[in-house]
């Protein structure tokens, strides 16, 4: 498995996922028209947003690895 690029840089659709499901990419590594601190952010917190529905649609089977998810996302979410 490997996350898609294009000239070094990471692609991802409008809700920041990756090729690969339940991988997000966000900021500077995107393949993006404008590169700003403000965008940057924009993009951490929809990374971060979908990410959280991505982990909620996978409750249901992956109960137990919900939390292990949760620590990462506030992890990242407080970086931000």
Request: charged share 20%; proline share 0%.
């Amino acid at each position: 498995w490997q996350v898609k690029l294009d000239r070094g840089y990471i692609l991802a659709d409008a809700k920041m996922q990756t090729n690969l499901d339940g991988v997000y990419a966000a900021g500077d590594v995107v393949k993006k028209d404008i590169r700003q601190v403000i965008t940057a952010a924009s993009d951490g917190a929809v990374a971060a947003v979908n990410a959280e529905k991505y982990i909620e649609s996978l409750v249901w089977y992956y109960s137990f690895r919900v939390f292990i998810y949760w620590q990462v996302i506030i992890f990242i979410w407080t970086i931000i």
